[in-house]
């Protein structure tokens, strides 16, 4: 339930008279009381034949599109290059008229034939003229200087109206006479100022959406009742967030402007509403969309220092300019008063304006992801110069500008266009990097909307873009994306049910769908798409297994599985990829010779099974902790044992730590390399329920074996045991260093190189097609492998990781793809 009243002083407005609810409806109106405006070229057409008196044609195969409807039409004909007039096309604007308000003159112009054809020429049944009258329009009593746009910017309006009237009337005594009989000019004049200042997208005049005042923080929104059917002009005023009864209920006029600063939204309404906003959100002092860089702290233009190179991320992954001051800066709490006495006013003003410019044409045409028949071809020269502006806004006006903001989400909207583009026409999936980079920017800008307290719901900027990531995510296919393309979406879901209209509401369903159907046939999701472990497949025996599938070697195999689980378990500790292996030396001389000189128990625990099986060396990813792409686990322990150690977990420390201090000779600070190691041996090899293994293990290291071990051929005698599947470069390693079995337990659908991706695991051939001969040194003789080892508890270690991370770690990484922005 709702009222019209007066809101202020020759103001009405509409007031709530009950409570609502987030996402309650308030009130629909299913028509409106008059459509000032063409809805297609076609139409435009006509009515310019009807106001010159010109014969319509009737050619509906013909069709001149509209500039941003993606060159299609709704009844999916193929469009015509045949160029016909549009009414628009037809007006002559006067050259005493600026610039910028040629658009609006237009607008009048167009809104004044519309209402002439329907009314003069006979057709005047129109009911609700009244209620279209009693509308809020500039009146000529002026309260303020009627010569002074500055002072009152509804002169704007009434300059205007009077102007387009003066049009109409000479245009209509030049056209075939039908309009040289309308005399309601005056008339004529109110309904162009009431069209200026309270028609909808689509020149749409509402009963009571038209009474709704704006606020740049709004408590609802207007939501079109079928996104198929967007020019019935069906609409649906839907609460926001909670409002009271007694509560003024007010939307947005404002587009992506809404998310500017204070000063720009008001000078935005000022030129394109023409009125000086009073909401609460441009009177408070508060104005957190306002954060510029500090044109002293930051004087980029005396110290060189460009903003890309002035900006640092803290733990938050917030950003920090990096030059400090020794007092505080005044200019730091800059105010729009401030700045305008900065030597950099100038240049930040015009930069804005040329953004501004650039987000008002852009936002005109912007994409809608949702649904994949929109996707359109993306232009190189858009995407080039959507580019530049980024970097322009990022770079003058700060990676926290509202600006930078706004530019990376047209910049987001342009990448998913051209995804989603390529995977229709090429059926090419993206790359990795191009989603991680999509997933990074919209992280941001859900920071970004988040950061300006906003009644409404991030959804409503983030809504496609949310959609078009999870979208691009689901159609990757592989776990890992499917379960963050369902996370983003159950992030809009709630926005969607109540604001996103029936079209996007599918979208959601059909992908949450495909997500569920795709889970379940990977065994990962009950039925209610809940996430569940995959039970272990039967164990497969490997292309080059020989016979080896006896229970014993089973048991076997899990046994030392289990250790390279519990490898991988200390990795996750730290916050690794929790993959772990271990490398087991299998019927070696030295396992006797070892044997004999403990006094026969190289194997103390008791299990014979293992008794010529022993662990000589083990490792787990430390790709963070190094930060090194290539420290994968298995690379780690072929490490190990070659170095006996030494080189293990070395950091690969930055350039700038001193090497000459104290560093051992791989350039590493030995009290570091000794931390390191002693890390690893507290976290696990002295736990109290160490399998003795590891702590035989341990001795070995330094006892006279390792010299023996060290050689690169006892690699000929081993077995590496590892969670997953080993990725392309490992699995290649593996077969430089000649390993005799590997066993894993999950695969790796996207880099594995035993068989989901290569096959690096199998015998290299020579030239000549034969089989590599054994002691070839060039080509791989290939290595047995064994999938599935406790595929369910290495599968489980991972989701817990994914569970806890974010989807693009390492950290770094990311820093590093912001930089690049910022
Ligand atoms: C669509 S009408 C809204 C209803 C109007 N207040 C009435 O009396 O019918 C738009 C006009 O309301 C006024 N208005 C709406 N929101 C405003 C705001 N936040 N601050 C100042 N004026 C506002 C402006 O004069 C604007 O042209």
Redesign the pocket.
């Known amino acids: 339930m709702t009222q019209v009243r007066e ?1 202020w002083e020759g ?3 509409l007031f709530a008279l009950q409570d609502f609810e987030k996402g309650d409806s308030i009130l629909t109106e299913l028509e409106p009381l008059i459509k000032l405006a063409p809805s297609s070229a076609e139409e435009s057409h006509q009515l310019y034949c009807r106001w010159v008196g010109l014969p319509v044609s009737d050619d509906s195969e013909t069709k001149s599109v509209p500039k941003g409807n993606n060159g299609r039409n709704n009844n999916n004909k193929v469009n015509t290059t045949t160029k016909r007039e549009t009414l628009w096309d037809s007006i002559v604007v006067p050259s005493d008229i600026d610039d910028s308000y040629h658009g609006i003159f237009k607008g009048m112009v167009q809104a004044g034939v519309t209402w002439m054809v329907t009314t003069g020429d006979g057709d005047s049944t129109r009911s609700d003229d009244d209620k279209i009258l009693q ?2 329009y500039p009146t000529d009593n002026n309260r303020f200087d009627d010569n002074s746009a500055d002072s009152d910017p509804e002169n704007v309006v009434r300059q205007l109206s009077k102007q387009a009237v003066e049009y109409l009337k000479t245009s209509s005594t030049k056209s075939s006479g039908e309009w040289s009989k309308f005399q309601d000019w005056g008339m004529l004049e109110k309904i162009l100022r009431i069209w200026a ?2 028609s909808f997208q689509g020149g749409l005049l509402y009963d009571t959406f ?6 740049c923080n709004p408590n609802a929104v207007i939501v079109t009742n079928s996104d198929d059917d967007k020019n019935t002009g069906g609409q649906r005023l839907v609460a926001a967030t909670k409002i009271q009864n007694g509560e003024e209920i007010f939307i947005s006029y404002l587009g992506l402007f809404l998310y500017a600063d204070t000063t720009t939204r008001r000078k935005k309404l000022k030129q394109t ?7 609460q959100r441009c009177t408070s002092s508060h104005d957190p969309a306002a954060q510029t860089p500090c044109p002293t702290c930051h004087p980029r233009d005396t110290t060189q220092l460009s903003l890309d190179e002035d900006v640092q991320y803290d733990d938050e992954g917030d950003v920090q300019y990096v030059s400090s001051r020794t007092e505080p800066c005044s200019n730091c709490l800059s105010t729009p008063q401030q700045l305008e006495n900065q030597r950099l006013d100038k240049v930040l003003i015009s930069v804005n304006e040329k953004i501004y410019a650039f987000i008002d044409t852009y936002q005109g045409s912007t994409k809608d992801f949702s649904n994949g028949d929109n996707a359109t071809e993306s232009n190189e020269e858009d995407v080039a110069v959507l580019e530049e502006h980024v970097s322009l806004a990022s770079t003058m006006m700060g990676a926290k500008h509202w600006t930078t903001s706004v530019m990376l989400l047209l910049h987001l909207n342009n990448q998913l266009s051209s995804m989603s583009q390529r995977m229709l026409t090429t059926q090419e999936l993206p790359e990795m990097e191009d989603v991680a980079e999509a997933i990074d920017t919209l992280q941001r800008l859900y920071q970004f909307v988040d950061s300006l307290q906003l009644h409404l719901d991030a959804g409503h900027i983030l809504g496609d873009v949310t959609i078009g990531v999870a979208r691009t995510l689901v159609s990757l296919g592989d776990e890992k994306s499917q379960k963050y393309g369902a996370e983003w979406l159950s992030k809009i879901e709630d926005y969607v049910a109540h604001f996103g209209g029936e079209g996007r509401q599918k979208v959601v369903a059909a992908l949450k769908g495909a997500w569920k159907k795709h889970g379940r046939s990977n065994g990962l999701l009950d039925e209610d798409g809940r996430s569940e472990a995959k039970k272990p497949k039967a164990v497969d025996r490997g292309d080059r297994e020989n016979g080896d599938a006896s229970s014993v070697a089973k048991v076997r195999d899990e046994h030392f599985m289990r250790h390279a689980l519990h490898v991988a378990e200390q990795a996750l500790r730290i916050g690794e990829v929790p993959v772990g292996c271990v490398i087991v030396l299998t019927d070696h001389p030295l396992i006797n010779r070892a044997k004999a000189e403990a006094g026969g128990a190289a194997n103390s625990n008791g299990d014979d099974l293992m008794d010529n099986h022993v662990v000589v060396s083990h490792g787990a990813n430390q790709v963070n902790a190094t930060r090194d792409a290539t420290r994968h686990a298995e690379i780690v322990a072929i490490d190990r044992l070659l170095t006996n150690g030494q080189s293990s977990d070395q950091l690969r420390l930055p350039a700038n730590v001193d090497s000459r201090n104290g560093n051992n000779s791989l350039g590493i600070p030995e009290s570091i390399q000794a931390a390191r190691e002693k890390q690893w041996e507290d976290v696990w090899i002295n736990r109290p329920d160490c399998p003795t293994h590891w702590k035989n293990l341990f001795g070995w290291r330094s006892n006279q074996f390792a010299e023996e071990l060290r050689s690169p051929g006892i690699f000929s005698s081993c077995e590496l045991f590892v969670t997953c599947e080993p990725c392309i470069m490992c699995a290649s390693a593996l077969a430089t260093v000649g390993i005799k079995r590997v066993v894993f337990g999950c695969k790796n659908d996207r880099f594995g190189g035993c068989g989901s991706l290569l096959h690096l695991h199998q015998p290299e051939q020579a030239e000549n097609g034969n089989q590599v001969e054994p002691n070839n040194a060039f080509l791989s003789p290939g290595y047995a492998i064994t999938s599935g080892v406790l595929e369910a508890e290495a599968i489980k270690l991972l989701q817990s990781f994914y569970d806890r991370e974010n989807f693009h770690a390492p950290d770094d990484k990311r820093k590093e793809k912001e930089k690049k922005y910022c």
Request: charged share 15%; aromatic share 14%.
């Open positions: 809101s103001h009405s407005g509308l809020y200042c309270n038209s009474r709704v005042n704006h606020s509403k023409y009125f000086e906003c009073q909401c």
